[in-house]
């Protein structure tokens, strides 16, 4: 390759490259991450000059959003099925892990009167628990 033929290219490609990196980065999802998102966002722009910007819409507007590729990144609550990922060309990882508070809206129970054990909450997620188990009349339990 002679020189001339050379610097059009890698000028071209320079050029190519910087357009791809001077636009605003888009993402969209989950409200549970939004705070510490925000967080994120500033001191990324802090140290880059790069521009991030998050609509935080709830997890299933971010991955309706992400699969349209209407953003650039989704996040949610749930991670999606591997299968689903593959079928798209998308990864998934954690980013941000929060806790989960049970709440219970029983007739004639008293603030902690129940007591939630790790493994009662595991099964109860899992699907293994269906019946809250009480004296009380029988109703499905259900996580949402």
């Known amino acids: 390759m002679t020189k001339h033929f050379k610097l059009p290219i890698i000028f071209t490609a320079l050029v190519v490259a910087t357009q791809c990196f001077a636009g605003e980065t888009r993402g969209a999802g989950s409200t549970f991450v939004s705070p510490v998102m925000a967080k994120w966002i500033d001191a990324y722009k802090a140290k880059t000059g790069n521009t991030v910007?998050?609509?935080?819409?709830?997890?299933?507007?971010?991955?309706?959003?992400?699969?349209?590729?209407?953003?650039d990144f989704g996040t949610s609550d749930m991670p999606l099925d591997p299968k689903e990922l593959d079928k798209l060309g998308m990864v998934q990882f954690p980013i941000v892990i929060g806790g989960v508070v049970p709440v219970v809206n029983i007739a004639g129970v008293k603030p902690g009167q129940i007591q939630f054990t790790g493994q009662l909450l595991a099964d109860i997620y899992l699907g293994k628990v269906s019946n809250r188990g009480t004296t009380r009349p029988s109703r499905r339990s259900i996580p949402i």
């Open 53 to 71: 910007s998050y609509q935080s819409v709830g997890s299933s507007i971010g991955v309706g959003l992400i699969k349209k590729a209407a953003v």
